[in-house]
């Protein structure tokens, strides 16, 4: 069964802390992404990978930061969090190629206070 | 920039009452359309993918068909376990691996 896990499915944190979020996958997938999800705006794209040690930003990169030193691991920072940062993050994986489904994780909810 | 819009927002139906959810969506090139299935604090589960205009795919109570424009989530005689929020997505050709999502639609079934 395909695999994608997030360190956290709960987080709690201060403004202005350093804040990591971990994805693993185990189906050798070549692409990674993280998106957050808030009410009424859907599913938007913070930053995606395609290989290791590469990034791309997506609709919304401001504030965070990505690593993807290993193939199957992907992580999100946040440098400084701010209140504007709470949501629901959620990391996926999918194949290089057309029309290739991505598989998600659970989802990590973060809080800023 | 993709445009994908998806109606209604919220949608009430009662066991054995058919209908259909709505993705309307603008690229440049469709690469691909992708329905799945998200239940309350959890992840999106993958549904179908659709390809081209004309194109049709099912899983049990689920049909997906796709037309230069929009793309139709029908649900034939729906049970409670179908209550869901059901999200499409596209990825437009040249974008990599990018998906752009709807905000989705709210189906609760009731008894």
């Known amino acids: 069964d395909v695999k994608v896990t997030q360190s956290s499915r709960y987080l709690v944190k201060r403004t202005g802390e350093k804040v990591f979020l971990e994805c693993v996958q185990d189906m050798d997938h070549e692409n990674m992404f993280w998106y957050r999800q808030d009410p009424g705006l859907g599913l938007r794209l913070i930053y995606f990978?395609?290989?290791?040690?590469?990034?791309e930003k997506g609709d919304i990169p401001e504030g965070y930061s990505v690593s993807r030193e290993k193939k199957e691991r992907f992580s999100l920072i946040l440098e400084s969090a701010s209140t504007n940062q709470t949501s629901m993050y959620l990391c996926?994986?999918?194949?290089?190629?057309?029309?290739?489904?991505?598989?998600f994780g659970q989802g990590t909810r973060l809080t800023v206070v | 920039e993709d445009q994908v819009t998806q109606s209604p927002e919220a949608l009430r139906l009662q066991e054995g009452e058919s209908s259909s959810l709505n993705c309307s969506y603008t690229?440049?090139?469709?690469?691909?359309l992708f329905w799945y299935r998200q239940d309350p604090g959890k992840g999106p589960e993958f549904l179908f993918t659709l390809y081209s205009a004309g194109e049709e795919k099912e899983k049990e109570r689920l049909k997906a068909t796709l037309t230069k424009k929009e793309s139709f989530l029908h649900i034939t005689a729906p049970k409670p376990e179908d209550s869901a929020t059901y999200l499409c997505?596209?990825?437009?050709?040249?974008?990599?691996?990018?998906?752009?999502f709807g905000t989705g639609t709210r189906l609760q079934v009731t008894l």
């Open positions: 997505a596209v990825q437009e050709s040249g974008t990599a691996s990018k998906l752009t």
């Open positions: 990978s395609y290989d290791v040690k590469m990034k």
């Open positions: 690229v440049s090139g469709l690469r691909g």
């Open positions: 996926a994986s999918s194949l290089l190629g057309r029309g290739a489904e991505a598989f």
